[in-house]
């Protein structure tokens, strides 16, 4: 199969389950909203070494926020119930409470809550305060600029992180345009986020490695510089290649991310330098999701 | 619906517990108008002082003079209730759902004891609004009440949780011994607002008449949370009164007791 003349390969990007919520941060003005978000969903580029997955949605405008100030919208994923928990208490703890002007709520409806208020109510010193309105609960902590307003629990949902694409060309610059295009097109995607830096990653990893210590090492099979070295999955003429990971709130999601990111990256066509789009995957045997990558395009 | 229209104004009360949309769900018209009641001391039914017509469906609306009668909608917990006119004491007393509308005034005790629901009345509400009962702990404990017009003296006293909006004045001592929840007044508020409250949000929007020495100022904020209330206020119906609630001056008190609760007033 052949997209813009960009071959796809007959394979399939293998994901997983995991647990995931959105957050909405509002704050006096646009800019300082995404300041807390870009704060919070850093070092979040894989629960592997962080512990958490996240990205910036998107911006919200006062109409689509609860405060009626201008917002993000904020995905985060993690490998458990739990873990999740943890990981939102001590970002917004550390990113968000911190943040000039900023409130926090939670964005997503579910019944299976996890506490992120109540949790962090207590730097109120006993000064914080509960206050409900409508059915939603907030807590009121006071803080230097006035007030730290967040959500006492926020909603929780299953979701599927780790669907993946790889983008193979004749050039590092091409290969990065085209991944750029990518991200451009899948953030207007909803529910569904790119984790790692500008979305991209250039160090695909495969399972396990030769230290014991080491869960996860560098993809050599699709490292250029190794072609000749190792059983290489790269053609003569393949000398980079970059990976987009992405995390949604659904298996829906995560394949309509692949399908607009992968149209966006074969837009310029073989002319461009990219050689071929393929997936990453464990045989089939670890994750739950399968994206066929024909099927998606189909 | 289920309508009950008033033969002849009342010569005494009557308590009205048993006309609750989820009693009227499984009685025919008959077996509605054979509901007992008490007039006074004197036993009545219901075809003696009401005009019963319609099939139950959750709806139930009273028409007439209804002042003198009491408990409209007591313990219900859903369904609605309409009352064209005024009504009596003790008007939702207890209630846990649904919703009563009244399209007049309402006498003493109003939303007493509320856990839940909706009640929304057109005109002024006596004294004792949204209370407890004597003797009780706590008074309103969740759920939302809306007066058009005024209330009376001890608005919300010890009042849990729940919302109450007064869009005219209040009087005297409204929010007394407040254990937290919000009370939104349109008009001015009477003297000793908030005294002994603990916690909770009294927010005075036409100011108040005396402020307790055990209040003390904190300044004018633009809170978060009143951005929320007023969000919320809107979608109740009272947007002329939403719009009034800006940046807020805040007293923190009762600084007798446990003093975290505040009063917000005009800057």
């Known amino acids: 199969m052949k997209l813009e003349g960009i071959a796809i390969d007959d394979t399939f990007a293998e994901a997983f389950g995991m647990r995931g919520t959105r957050l909405v941060i509002t704050a006096d003005s646009l800019p300082w909203a995404e300041v807390a978000g870009r704060s919070m969903t850093g070092f979040a580029t894989s629960v592997i070494g962080c512990g958490l997955e996240a990205g910036i949605e998107r911006a919200l405008v006062p109409e689509e926020t609860p405060d009626g100030r201008p917002g993000i919208a904020v995905l985060l994923f993690a490998v458990s119930r739990d873990a999740l928990a943890k990981a939102l208490r001590d970002r917004v703890g550390q990113c968000v409470l911190t943040c000039a002007g900023t409130a926090c709520f939670g964005g997503l409806m579910s019944a299976d809550q996890v506490p992120l208020g109540r949790t962090l109510r207590y730097f109120g010193d006993g000064h914080q305060a509960a206050k409900r309105i ?5 807590w009121r902590i006071p ?24 983008i193979l060309g004749r050039t590092r610059p091409g290969v990065l345009a085209a991944a750029e295009r990518a991200i451009a097109a899948m953030n207007r995607v909803p529910e ?10 250039r160090s695909g990893s495969k399972v396990g490695s030769r230290y014991k210590f080491l869960p996860a090492s560098t993809n ?18 393949e000398n980079a290649v970059l990976e987009i990971v992405i995390d949604g709130l659904s298996d829906k999601a995560v394949a309509a991310a692949m399908q607009a990111g992968i149209r966006a990256a074969c837009a310029g066509g073989a002319a461009d330098g990219i050689l071929r789009i393929t997936a990453g995957n464990y045989g089939g045997k670890l994750g739950a999701y399968k994206f066929a990558l024909r099927e998606l395009l189909a | 619906m289920i309508r009950l229209t008033l033969k002849a104004p009342l010569p005494h009360r009557i308590a009205a517990d048993r006309l609750i949309p989820e009693r009227l769900a499984a009685l025919s018209t008959r077996e509605v108008e054979r509901l007992p009641l008490a007039l006074g001391n004197r036993p009545a039914q219901v075809a003696d002082l009401f005009h019963v017509e319609g099939t139950a469906d959750g709806a139930v609306e009273i028409v007439g003079p209804c002042r003198r009668v009491d408990r409209i909608g007591a313990g219900m917990s859903g369904g609605t209730i309409t009352v064209r006119g ?14 009563i509308t009244v399209e007049g005034s309402v006498d003493f005790g109003a939303a007493t004891a509320l856990e839940g629901g909706m009640l929304r009345i057109s005109g002024d509400a006596g004294d004792g609004l949204a209370g407890g009962l004597p003797g009780a702990v706590r008074g309103m404990n969740g759920g939302t009440v809306l007066v058009g017009g005024s209330a009376g003296a001890a608005v919300g006293q010890r009042l849990r949780r729940g919302l109450i909006v007064i869009g005219g004045a209040a009087g005297a001592c409204c929010g007394s011994e407040m254990i937290a929840g919000t009370i939104v007044i349109g008009g001015t508020l009477g003297a000793d607002a908030g005294i002994a409250m603990r916690r909770g949000s009294i927010v005075a929007l036409g100011g108040v008449d005396r402020i307790a020495p055990t209040f003390v100022d904190c300044g004018v904020h633009d809170l978060v949370w009143l951005r929320l209330l007023r969000r ?17 001056r805040r007293f923190a008190g009762d600084a007798a007791v446990v003093g975290r609760g ?5 800057r």
């Open chain 1, 134 to 138: 409508g059915e939603r609960r907030y």
């Open chain 1, 192 to 201: 569904a986020i790119a984790p790692f830096p500008g979305g991209i990653v």
């Open chain 1, 220 to 237: 050599d099979a699709f490292s250029p510089t190794l072609r000749g070295v190792v059983a290489s999955e790269l053609g003569p003429e």
């Open chain 2, 232 to 248: 919320h206020i809107e979608l109740l119906g009272e947007a002329r009164l939403a719009e009034r609630i800006q940046s807020l």
């Open chain 2, 262 to 266: 505040e009063l917000l007033l005009p």
């Open chain 1, 143 to 166: 803080v230097m600029d006035g007030e730290f307003l967040c959500e006492d629990q926020v909603g929780i949902q299953k979701a599927v992180g780790g669907g993946n694409f790889l």
């Open chain 2, 86 to 99: 005024d009504a009596g004491a003790y008007l939702g007393l207890g209630m846990r759902g649904g919703g």
